[in-house]
């Protein structure tokens, strides 16, 4: 698995695998991920193995959660995860105070810890799904989950929680959508950043193979092409990151394993899209490919 890897960066999984915890991993989800670049993969490692908060950058349906979830299986190790909104709160990554009863059937309180706090005790991963979606005065909540410090002050028992050493952080963000914010300076300073881009060409084809139900290489071979046709129509500004989710591409390849490619693509990709213009736009390229 880690063959790609130099000598440096394999002590450093090694050493970290001898610290961690014992967890319940599920290695299915690295068989699935496959990185634009193997450099980004040795890179994240050597990011985690030291410690570091990483931080995936890119356009939505690059696949950042499936890299984060490949990591934590190179790391052996399980994942709390975050989905960030204007609604997340303290409460939501730390915990909360619920009812509960005791052997006695007697009322009491009872603490239920969140995705950081459970995290950060049992020396998990703690991915964070579109931080920047979250409002900016929760954030500072992590400053010190992030930080050399490493612990946060509960402000529902006043505990202070210290995390693990083998407790990291993974988070992600989509640059520039609606009801995103930029992340402050202090926070972002936290994280070592990984941009993600598309996957694109044999790779893209090998994903396809082994993820979806489509098996026919020439309709593999086509739908490498619209991806690279979508991807630079996005660049080009012509149309919305959306239509080039690398996601939105290998639900079409499952539906074209069932039913025509053009209508498959129709539901899955084109549908998605706003405006009347970038619809005619992908349906276009399409019935030049299928």
Do not use: W
Not at 16 to 36: D, E, F, G, K, S
Not at 239 to 247: M, V
């Amino acid at each position: 698995m880690n063959n790609h890897f130099s000598t440096k960066t394999k002590t450093l999984l090694e050493d970290y695998q001898q610290q961690r915890l014992p967890q319940h991993v599920n290695n299915n989800q690295a068989t699935t991920y496959i990185p634009p670049d193997q450099s980004l993969m040795e890179d994240a490692i050597v990011a985690l193995a030291m410690g570091k908060n990483l931080l995936l950058k890119g356009p939505t349906g690059t696949g950042k959660t499936k890299f984060a979830e490949a990591l934590t299986v190179r790391f052996q190790q399980a994942m709390e995860s975050v989905n960030c909104s204007i609604d997340l709160d303290a409460e939501s990554l730390l915990g909360f105070k619920t009812l509960s009863y005791d052997e006695d059937q007697k009322q009491q309180i009872t603490f239920i810890p969140g995705p950081v706090t459970k995290a950060m005790t049992n020396g998990r991963f703690l991915y964070i799904d579109e931080i920047n979606m979250a409002k900016p005065e929760t954030l500072p909540l992590l400053n010190g989950v992030l930080d050399y410090r490493r612990t946060v002050t509960n402000p529902f028992t006043n505990d202070v929680i210290t995390a693990k050493s083998s407790f990291r952080t993974i988070a992600a963000i989509n640059e520039g959508y609606i009801g995103t914010v930029p992340l402050n300076e202090a926070l972002k300073n936290r994280f070592i950043i990984i941009d993600v881009p598309y996957i694109q060409g044999e790779q893209l084809a090998e994903l396809i193979k082994q993820s979806t139900a489509l098996q026919d290489d020439t309709y593999i071979q086509r739908f490498v092409q619209l991806s690279a046709d979508l991807v630079r129509a996005t660049t080009d500004g012509r149309l919305a990151e959306d239509a080039a989710s690398i996601r939105a591409l290998l639900d079409a390849c499952d539906l074209s394993a069932y039913i025509p490619p053009a209508r498959a693509i129709h539901r899955a990709i084109v549908e998605k899209l706003d405006e009347d213009r970038e619809k005619s736009f992908v349906k276009n390229i399409v019935e030049t490919l299928f």
